[in-house]
């Protein structure tokens, strides 16, 4: 019985061990879940310092230590806001259960090497080891796990009674058996060691890794196509918030799901065919390449051998196109923290293991063994998988109403793809032993579906047919960027096709011309726009001369104010916004909507009809904060004739402006028609930024607000119920901070910035979507933007991402003007200036404990990055100072962790173009919920009653 489990062990054992290897990572991956947390000062090493330890002392110091705890989350109610904990000791405790499995991964691992050595034979007559051996080395693997449970159990008791406050076990009914259990696995590890240099394992071990490193560099620089599109692929989903947002919506639309898929199987099928034909390129002709048939070269193999390792590559590198958004999505469902089965093991783990599992299925060919019988795949079974696969796809997309919406539904979207994959490989793997698949010629309907997906980008870079495709669905973005990946996947593996059959690199070639072309040629290419109209005439108001008339537009009314809350300074408000996306800009418009509902819901009597911005002297924003208020602006323009019918922005009704489709335009022209105007120095088009601009013009005036309008008539007319917009922006040739306002600015105000309107010569002239999106110039993603040859502008974020910096300047001013007003009446002096701060992401839990080291290389870089970082803080901390010095009020108001109601879902604020209806609920909630800094604002115009949430 010993003899025969060894032999079979010895025929599986490579297959085996890479099951159990993957094992070992997956498990091991959720052993390791907030390891940080119970790496203190007692112990350094994580719980091996508590396994090896026997003193009670020690014991109850590390048990207080993770008591502590450092991890914290935010639970709201409808009743109630309270923080949870999560300490060392629940990490603790789910690393013990998680352990158990571990144990078992480990046993196996170390019974087959043992089994597989006793096996070998030092000679022909000698083994390297007598069956007694491994019979005992066997029995020391088994002793050593019984003793890793015991630990387990007494630890889970030690920590059960911590918790309760109940005497704990000793130390040394842990520690004993954690050392004895070390010892034995310490011993025998040495002996598999000591056994396997003396067969030589070592020098084999060397070779096979060297070799394996030498082919992995030869096909990733081989196939080097495909694997950049798929590392780009992975980069989006893995690390971009704004991907992962927009996967967390792709299921509210059914034929936006439906396209996704369709489109990543596309790109699966390219991934694996085309290595075949760059491959054999010098043998295919250029009809094969897009009629097929085609195949791997096989002219240094015997006749009718096919090369395995090439084969099973590109059937993996398939697998992966379809693996990677499956994880993808999971990875986006642990960002939300949404539930799904396996939630504990890290999506990249999963990632991992997947593609492990799958290349252990095809080198030891287990399709083969599964569906074949003779040597022949017996249809039925091949059909029935098939079926077995599909049958769950076709239910889940069939589920009508709210369910297949919501999105805990992505698990099943992930599923989809799982299933794709795993059909993708068994398909590939049997398809000459089918006759129903046999005679089916891929290469052309690959080929063709790749030429249709270019075609469709094609049509795409022209606007109103993207603009029909997504006017009523913003969800289409992913499928279309896919098709973009098929398209340029299939034209750059034709040039590295062609490029081989002719000798002469077509990707160098081009690489270089559109490097010479773009270095060489000067063109008009994402110059700023500038409306020109005939006569125009800017006139623009000093700021000093605009703050006097503001100041005494409003005598009256502050007269009125302090005759009617005595004690109370009319406040004037300095509102600046950070960047950060359209995150930003729903966020500004939300927070300032909300005031004005709720200033004008207290003076409902008719005694003060006035909102909030009414009393709001000026903006100033960078990036997408600039974008939220000039949006308020517009609104404001439209109703300045009577204000109070300025309800836009109010917080039941602004949402609706932000579910359209503000990305794909840009994402389409920085891969299609920019690509193409830059690298042949021309400028036939309207560039991306443009593109941007006009999809807000088009889209706000659908709710009655003007974008259109240029900055100097939007303020001309002595307009005061428009708060002034200080649109910040940064000019990388000089270095400078640029500002787009409609008043003229003292260079001794603002020293060392570009005042962009006073740049403009007339008869030129900013629009007001211009103009913010000269702050909204998210590098790369978005165009630097030239202005008189002279300039060159990109986000506002660059430098100070807070606007904060601006507001100071404007209030500097704002307080030399009315000191000298209060000389001529002293009414003026009953004025509070107020700064309003928005910042929009979420202030992160700082972990405490021991930071890692800075590697050495990246301190100079990570400190450049972190500078506009300080000097953000810098600025906003510099207006809290001075508001403490010359009694000002400061108020900052960011959003905080929000669980979206009937859910289970903590929505992250992406950092982007395109938003969910989960994110902007989540901001919604904030605002409504965190009662405390709209009081203390509410408290300026008088004695207001408390707001209840």
Known sequence: MFRRLQNWVNRHFSSIFSLLLMALLVIGSMTLKDNYLIVTKYTPSGIINWEINISNARRDSILKEWQAGFKKNQIYTRETTYPETVTGIETAVFRNNADYSFIGVYVGILLILIFRIGSQKANRRRRV??????????????????????????????????????????????????????????????????????????RFWLEYTTAWIGRLLTYSWRFRIVLIMLLTFFLGLFVSAQIQDMLLSINTSRWASFYFLLAITLLALMCWHLPKVIDNSIKVSYKRFFMGPVDFDTSRLPAGSRPSLKVDTARLFGAAAFLIPATGILQTMNAYQIDYMLKGVPPLVLLLASLIFYKIVLRYKWLDKLFKSEGKVVPWRFWASMVALILPMIIWGSIDGKRNREPHFLAFLSLDLFFLSAMFVITTALRTGIPGIRKWHAAPW??????????????????????????????????????????????????????????????????????YRSISTITTYHEAYIQKQKNYHKSLDSLDRYTENWLKSRKQEIKAFVARNPGTPYPVFFVNAYGGGLRATVWTTMVVGTLDSLVKERYRDGINSHDFQHYVFSYSGASGGTIGLSLLCSARYQHRHNPVNDTVFYPVNSLAIYRNDYLTSNIVALLGRDMLASSLGIAPWADRARLMEEDWERHTQAHHLDMKVTLGRMWKGHNYEVPLLFANTFDVDSGKKGISAPVLLDSLDFPSTIQLEQEIEDPGDLRLSTAAFLSARFPYVSPTAKLNGKHHFTDGGTWDNSGAETSLGVLTVFERVRAKLIKEDTLFSHIQPQFLSLPNSVRQTEDAGKPGNLFEPLAPPVGILNSRIGYMKKSEDWNYSISRIKHYGFYLFRPTAERVPNTHIWPVLPLGWQISDYAMTRMRLSVLRDSVTINKVMERFGNAEKIKR
């Open 446 to 515: 690959i080929t063709f579906g790749g030429t249709i997906a270019m075609l469709f980008f094609i049509l795409c870079n022209f606007t109103p047919f993207l603009n029909e495709l997504t006017s009523n669905n913003r969800y289409y973005t992913m499928p279309v960027v896919l098709c973009a990946a098929a398209g340029y996947l299939l034209f750059f593996s034709f040039l590295l096709f062609a490029g081989k059959k002719t000798g002469f690199s077509l990707i160098t070639f081009l690489l270089m011309f559109t490097l």
């Open 129 to 202: 080891i007598s069956q007694r051996s491994v019979a005992v080395l066997g029995a020391l693997v088994i002793l050593a796990a019984l003793l890793d449970v015991f630990e387990n159990i007494m630890t889970n008791r030690a920590l059960l009674h911590f918790k309760l406050k109940l005497p704990l076990p000793d130390a040394w009914l842990i520690g004993l058996p954690a050392c004895v259990k070390y010892v034995l696995l310490a011993f025998i590890v040495c002996k598999l060691l000591y056994e396997g240099f003396k067969l030589g394992k070592p």
